[in-house]
Every structure is written in structure tokens, then in C-alpha cells.
């Protein structure tokens, strides 16, 4: 019997296609590693763009990759508030910045579960009051079940047992994500507060754009990413632009936005050597 199958004859709830234990794997993977840290001095922070590029084996520095799949700006400022409070020796703190960023809320999207799970495991308040939060926290309790679906986690990055598969024509990938990068909303104000915490507590902030392959590139307007080079101008921090480098060929992504291992391990040493 299939996992959907298995869930609506045990609970009565119904999943769509679209959903599963991945994303509760991979986020209680990463805090079940968090807990064993006892120093922490590099934090990444941002979506799943940065979950498959930052290697912590790579990085050192006593480094910790938190980023996690639909992971909007709102979460990773919670996340970097929860952090600090835990960690003195926090440094320096690395915000994977990508197209749709600017926009993006998860709470208003089908992957809105994901709240629930950040609720659940890190006591993070939903941005949005969200009815369908009790209902999805009884997922939580069925998705803890499931085994490792991972080959490796070293200090938050996972080692993928199967190679993702490039589901999405990239024509529908980029409108996708330039949707995203169009809406008005405050996301922006949390990297706003990020940076002034940041600076408030002497500690590093770089901001990554993140790389994508050649013909995701073509495809997108020279100026999507306006809006945090204009906060670039205004505030105080660092800023990597591997979207526009000349670092990556289409042989290091699995996909048109994802880096493969190749290419998490040619950003993690050039991002390295700038740290």
C-alpha cells in the first residue's frame, strides 16, 4: 500500500500528489543535527537553493546549513532570531537570496503546510492566522514515522540517496518564480530587519544570489533582482552574485535552479575563500 493511500485509510486526510513526508524529513532531519551543535558560527539561512549549494564540510568554521525546501524570507529571519539567542559565537550568517524571494509566501502557496512544521519544530509563529494548521500538525505525527530518506547529513546539508529528477519545464520554472518576484508584499522587510540585527550584534551578513543554469538565465529580465541591489545601496552588507558568474556550467545543476554535488562543491570553496 502506498504512503497516501496508508495516511487516508489510517486518518481520513486525503494528500494531494504534490505533498509528503520530504519536506518534514528534511527540516527534522536538520534540527535533530542542530541540537548536537555546540558552537555554531556560520549560519546559513534560505531556500532550496541553499540547501543543495552550502557544504559545511567544505565551509568549516564550525558551520551549519539550515535552509530547507520553500523557505521564505519571513522563516528565515524567525530561524535567525531562534538561533541567536543560542548560540554567542554566531558570527557570520549566509542569506540565500533567489528570483521569487522578494515575493514569495509560503503561507499563501499549497505548500503552506511547511508552517506547520517550522510551528512544531521550532515554535515559530505563522505569519498568517491558517485554519488548516491543526489538520496539517496531525501529518506532522504521521510523517515523524517515516525512515531516513537521506544517504548523509553533515551539519545540515543531505546528501540526496536519489538524484532529483528535472520536473519542470523551465519555460513554466522561470514565470513561476518571476510571479513570485512581481508581488508587492513585506518580504523584503524581513532581510531589512535581518541586516540591522546583524549589524546591531557585529556580526557578517552575506546575501548569495543564487546561480542558476544558462537557460533559466536567458529567460529571465536584467532586472529581477532590483529590489535587493536597491537595498544593497541603502545598507550595510556583503553580497556574492553567483547568479551572473562565470563559475558554473550546466553540468553542475540537476535542474535549471539547483546546483548538483558538483556544484555545491564548487560554491561552498569560492564562498569558502571569501568567508
Known amino acids: 500500500m502506498g504512503l497516501r493511500n496508508w495516511i487516508f485509510n489510517t486518518t481520513g486526510i486525503c494528500l494531494k500528489k504534490t505533498e509528503g513526508p520530504f519536506v518534514f524529513n528534511e527540516l527534522y532531519n536538520k534540527k535533530v543535527q542542530l541540537n ?17 549549494s552550502f557544504i559545511p564540510e567544505i565551509i568549516g568554521r564550525n558551520s551549519f546549513n539550515l535552509c530547507s525546501t520553500s523557505q521564505d524570507l519571513y522563516y528565515s529571519y524567525q530561524l535567525y532570531k531562534k538561533l541567536n539567542n543560542s548560540y554567542d559565537e554566531l558570527k557570520t550568517i549566509v542569506l540565500f537570496y533567489s528570483i521569487f524571494s522578494n515575493g514569495f509566501e509560503i503561507e499563501k502557496t499549497k505548500e503552506k503546510s511547511i508552517s506547520a512544521y517550522f510551528k512544531f519544530l521550532y515554535n515559530i509563529e505563522p505569519k498568517f492566522n491558517n485554519n488548516e494548521l491543526i489538520l496539517e500538525q496531525k501529518k506532522i505525527k504521521i510523517f515523524r514515522m517515516q525512515t531516513n530518506m537521506f544517504e548523509k547529513i553533515d551539519n545540515g546539508f543531505l546528501y540526496h540517496k536519489d538524484k532529483p529528477l528535472d520536473c519542470f519545464n523551465v519555460n513554466d520554472r522561470v514565470n513561476i518564480h518571476l510571479r513570485e518576484n512581481k508581488r508587492e508584499n513585506d518580504q523584503l522587510d524581513y532581510v531589512v530587519k535581518l541586516i540591522n540585527e546583524c549589524n546591531k550584534n557585529n556580526q557578517k551578513l552575506c546575501i548569495i544570489l543564487s546561480p542558476a543554469r544558462r537557460d533559466y538565465k536567458r529567460l529571465v529580465p536584467n532586472n529581477s533582482f532590483e529590489k535587493i541591489l536597491e537595498l544593497k545601496k541603502q545598507y550595510k ?17 540537476f535542474d535549471c535552479d539547483h546546483v548538483n554535488l558538483v556544484g555545491a562543491k564548487k560554491l561552498s570553496n569560492r564562498l569558502k575563500d571569501y568567508l
Open 237 to 253: 552588507f556583503e553580497m556574492i552574485d553567483f547568479f551572473n558568474s562565470n563559475l558554473f556550467n550546466d553540468d553542475d545543476f
Open 36 to 52: 548536537a551543535v555546540k558552537k555554531l558560527e556560520i549560519l546559513a539561512l534560505g531556500s532550496s537553493h541553499g540547501a543543495y
